[in-house]
């Protein structure tokens, strides 16, 4: 049978479902649809158009009643999973495989992870089936579309059956112990010597004779020598990215790191008085990083230059008229730096769901590409490991970056009496090409001050 575009292909042979019309539609038990639109047959007009499923449709006229009958074959479909679409800026990926052929995956169940070079994006399977076929090896790279696997539906349940381990032969029943020899009469005499052999001894003096040492067995001779092995893995894209990323700044950026500290006093006092409060309020709790986010972000509004770029092509300085703060996230695959947008207009509330809310995401794995491109400053909390004082390395094209350390009781002299408060070194890394030494440290007071005191937050100051 052929229609205007020519004879119906892709033709799965196996049962079909009689289909049954609603609303200008052959609707499947299954719920798929098939809408008559346009088709030539004998004269008679129609077309189908299948909006889901896989499959051809097959035209039969009777007095100009038209019954559809559509060879769907799900049951044993195989479809092939193709790899999703990038990011604009990521091109390829490699692939890293949850399953193996003849595994059975539930709808959604993660396939494969593509790693690229700034995130890990999951492959989930379409629907319920066995993997029929790899078609990228391990470790292999793709790009947008390639081809990735083939997926049979079935139910769950369906999968291969695993070979059965042979059972354990059980041990035969040892022999009996011979019967002990019968007991003969005592001796009464010693047994004869036997002769030595005096040509036989060697006549070195003892201090030449060096002792022997017996040959160890394997599991001996490492616990005397030790564990030395050594193996190789092979680095992830997203750890290559990084490290381009930071020999790029480094070779790109005339970094020069500022330093100061802050007593902590204030804020652990305020948020220790408010944070039941807060957290019956908002359903979050309120840590200290909303407290730095936010007193950057006022920091860089009142230092332009910190929140600018060289553009290298250009030799132009690019001023943004937005804050957006890039929070360092530690991950078991890199280091990731998700996005917080237009800090400027949060408060403490908005900022800890927005970091709560990337967190989530990091920690899941599935941060976009969105998640973590652009920003215009960096935070790194290296406190929550302890960190007591470091420089941060810029995160390129930005133009500077904050260090947050751990917070430690000191002593220090606070209107000439020496008192201990909690107190944070914190350090700030800039490009030296752009910002000079004074705006930088303008820049630092103006956090400690809005950290120590909130108050200048609120009156602008």
Not at 4 to 12: A, D, E, T
Not at 35 to 51: A, D, M, P, Q, W
Not at 98 to 124: L, N
Not at 139 to 166: I, N, Q, S, Y
Request: glycine share 6%.
């Amino acid at each position: 049978m052929r229609s205007q575009h020519g004879l119906l292909s892709n033709v799965v042979h196996c049962s079909f479902s009689l289909l049954k019309y609603e609303d200008d539609a052959w609707v499947m038990p299954s719920g798929r649809s098939i809408h008559v639109k346009y088709l030539n047959y004998f004269g008679v007009s129609f077309r189908v158009e299948i909006t889901r499923g896989h499959g051809a449709c097959y035209i039969w006229c009777f007095d100009f009643t038209v019954i559809l009958k559509l060879f769907c074959g799900h049951n044993n479909e195989v479809l092939t999973v193709n790899t999703p679409p990038f990011a604009e800026s990521v091109t390829e990926g490699d692939v890293r495989w949850e399953k193996a052929v003849g595994d059975a995956v539930s709808e959604d169940e993660v396939v494969c992870e593509i790693e690229t070079d700034k995130t890990s994006v999951q492959v989930p399977a379409p629907y319920a089936g066995i993997i029929e076929e790899l078609l990228v090896p391990d470790g292999g790279k793709v790009e947008g579309g390639t081809p990735l696997f083939k997926l049979r539906r079935a139910e769950v349940g369906a999968a291969k059956p695993k070979p059965e381990a042979p059972p354990t032969p059980k041990p035969d029943t040892a022999p009996p112990p011979p019967p002990p020899a019968a007991a003969g009469a005592i001796p009464t005499t010693m047994p004869p010597v036997p002769p030595i052999n005096m040509q036989a001894i060697d006549s070195k003096p003892v201090s030449a004779v060096k002792p022997s040492v017996g040959h160890l067995t394997p599991a001996a001779d490492v616990a005397v020598k030790g564990l030395r092995s050594e193996h190789r893995v092979k680095m992830n894209r997203m750890r290559l990215r990084i490290a381009q990323r930071l020999k790029e700044a480094q070779n790109t950026c005339a970094m020069l790191t500022t330093f100061n500290e802050i007593d902590m006093s204030n804020i652990q006092e305020m948020r220790n008085l408010h944070k039941e409060t807060f957290l019956k309020k908002h359903n979050i709790k309120l840590g200290f990083m909303s407290a730095f986010v936010k007193a950057s972000s006022f920091a860089l509004q009142n230092q332009p230059v910190v929140n600018a770029v060289i553009d290298d092509t250009t030799k132009e300085v690019v001023y943004r008229d937005y804050v957006d703060i890039s929070v360092a996230v530690a991950t078991p695959k890199g280091l990731v730096v998700p996005v917080i947008r237009n800090v400027e207009t949060m408060n403490y509330a908005d900022i800890e769901k927005a970091i709560n809310e990337l967190g989530e995401k990091a920690r899941k794995n599935e941060l976009a590409i969105e998640d973590m491109d652009g920003g215009t400053f960096t935070i790194s909390n290296g406190g929550v490991f302890g960190s007591m004082f470091g420089t941060p390395i810029i995160n390129p094209p930005q133009s500077a970056i904050l260090g947050m350390h751990g917070i430690f009781e000191r002593p220090v002299a606070v209107k000439g009496q020496v008192v201990i408060r909690p107190m944070m070194y914190v350090a700030l890394t800039y490009d030296h090409r752009l910002i000079d030494g004074r705006e930088a440290v303008l820049f630092l007071r103006k956090i400690k001050a809005a950290v120590e005191d909130p108050r200048v937050l609120l009156l602008d100051i």
